[in-house]
C-alpha cells in the first residue's frame, strides 16, 4: 500500500514524513503526534498518555491551545471567547464526568433574543414569541399548536433546511427568523442546506426560552483554556503551539498520526476543496456593566451584516464595571469553521474518507477531519470512542 501511495506525487511528502518516524535514533521520537489542541486532539492526547501510556507531542497552528475554543482575558480584563461564543451542554453524563476530572462548573443555561419588528424575542420562537410578534394570547401549549399548525406549510416530504422551518412554523416565521439569518451565515438559500441545520433550533409551544434543553448545562468554571491545560499537564505530553504540520522540524518523528485538521487538507485537495463557512469576528469593550439582557442576541435581517452579538459577563458571571462583546460576521474566506452541511459537500467528504480507511497509520477526529457539524460534547463522545477502538488495536498488535 505504501508503495502505491509513494506513486502518488501529492502523498509523497506525507509518506515520506511518516516512514521517516521509523528510525530510532531521531532527536525527539514519539509514538503518537496530534496535529490540533482543540477538543478532538486534546482529549486524544490525554487518553493516549494516560489511558495507553505512549508519549504524545500535540501541535497547533494557533499561538495557543484549546481550538475554537479558547478563551482568555483581554485587554479590559474581560473573559472572552475568541472565536465566538462556547456554551457547553450535553445529555451524556459519561462526557461531563470525563471533562469534570480537569474543571469544575458553573451552571449556566443560555438564552437567546432576536431582534425581529423592532422587539427583542424569545429564539427558539416560544409561545412567548408567537404573542409578543402577533398581539396574541396563546395560554396553553394546545393553543400554540393549533396556532402552529394553522400556519405551516405542508411541504410533503422535507428535504431541505427551508422545508425543516415552514413546515413547523409557516412562510411568516419562517422570513423573519430563519430566511435572513441563514443566507447570512451560509451564504446560500435555507433551500441548499440540508433540513439538520434548521433542526437545530425547533419552535415550541411552552415558554421555555432557554436555547439548549440539554439535561447538563454549564461553562468550565476558570474558562475553556484553563480546562485544556489540565488535561494536557502530563508529563508524557509535551505540546508546541505556532507550530504548522506542514513546517515540522525533521527530526521530530512518530508512529502513529491523529489528525483533527481539515480531511482535504491532509489530502493535499487531490479531490477538490471542500467547502468551509467561516466568520470575522469583532470584539468590543464597552464603558458599561451591561448593553443587552442576555448573552447573545441575534439579528435575522439579512440588512444587518453581523448574524448575532454576544456579551461575554452573561456566560461567564464575571463583575466589572465594563463589559466585552463580539459580532459575528460569516464569510467565505478565513479559517474554516462550520463544514457545509449539503448533498455535494458530503459526496466529496466520503471520498475523502474512503481514502482516510486506506491510511491505518493515521487517525483522523473532529469537527473538521470528520467533516461534521458537531458541537463540543459530541466532538469529545467521537474523540473517546475513537481513542477506545485504537487503544484496542494496540493492545492486539503488542500481543501478536
Ligand atoms: P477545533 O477546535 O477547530 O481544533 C482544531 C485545531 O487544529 C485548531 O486549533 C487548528 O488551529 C488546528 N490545526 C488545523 N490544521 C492544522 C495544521 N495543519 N497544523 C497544526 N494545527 C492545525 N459547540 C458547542 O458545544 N457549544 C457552542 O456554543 C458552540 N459554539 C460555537 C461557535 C462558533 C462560532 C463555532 C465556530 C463553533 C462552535 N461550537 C460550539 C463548536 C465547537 O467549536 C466544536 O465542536 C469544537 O471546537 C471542535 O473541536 P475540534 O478539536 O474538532 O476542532
Ligand atoms: N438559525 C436561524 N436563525 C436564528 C438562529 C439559527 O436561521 O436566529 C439557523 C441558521 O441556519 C443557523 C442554524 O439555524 O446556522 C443553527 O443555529 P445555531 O445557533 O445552532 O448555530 P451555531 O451556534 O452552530 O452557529
Known sequence: ??????????????????????????????????????????????????????????????PHIAGNAYDHH?????????????????????????????????????????YVDG??????????????LYGMNLETEEEAAAYLQSVAIDVGEVRNSRDTVVSQVGQDLYAKFFEGYTRKQWGVDPRELDKSVAARVPARTNTDDRYFTDAHQCMPDKGYTRMFRKMLNHPQIDVLTGQGYDDLPETISWEHLVWTGPIDEYF??????????SLRFEHETLPQEQVQPVATVNYPDYDVPHTRITEFKHLTGQQAEV????REYPADEGDPYYP?????????YRRYAALARDCPEVTFVGRLATYRYYNMDQ??????????????????????
Do not use: C
Open 119 to 132: 422587539q427583542l424575542v424569545p429564539m427558539p420562537i416560544n409561545r412567548t414569541t408567537l404573542n409578543a
Open 340 to 348: 457545509v452541511p449539503n448533498p455535494a459537500a458530503q459526496d466529496m
Open 379 to 400: 466532538i469529545v463522545g467521537q474523540a473517546l470512542a475513537t481513542w477506545r477502538r485504537l487503544d484496542a488495536r494496540w493492545r492486539l498488535e503488542s500481543l501478536s
Open 268 to 277: 493535499h485537495h487531490r479531490l477538490g476543496h471542500l467547502p468551509y463557512r
Open 1 to 62: 500500500r505504501i508503495a502505491r501511495q509513494l506513486q502518488d506525487g501529492l502523498f509523497a511528502r506525507q509518506v515520506a514524513r511518516i516512514s521517516s518516524a521509523r528510525p530510532a535514533n531521531r532527536a525527539r521520537h514519539y509514538d503518537v503526534l496530534v496535529v490540533g489542541a482543540g477538543f478532538a486532539g486534546a482529549v486524544m492526547a490525554e487518553r493516549i498518555a494516560s489511558g495507553s501510556g505512549k508519549s504524545v507531542l500535540v501541535i497547533d497552528k494557533r
Open 323 to 326: 463589559t466585552s462583546i463580539m
Open 74 to 114: 483581554d485587554d479590559a480584563g474581560i473573559l472572552v471567547h475568541k472565536y465566538g461564543p462556547h456554551i457547553f451542554h450535553t445529555n451524556s453524563r459519561d462526557i461531563l464526568d470525563y471533562l469534570s476530572r480537569f474543571t469544575g462548573w458553573r451552571p449556566y443555561e443560555h438564552r437567546v433574543l432576536a
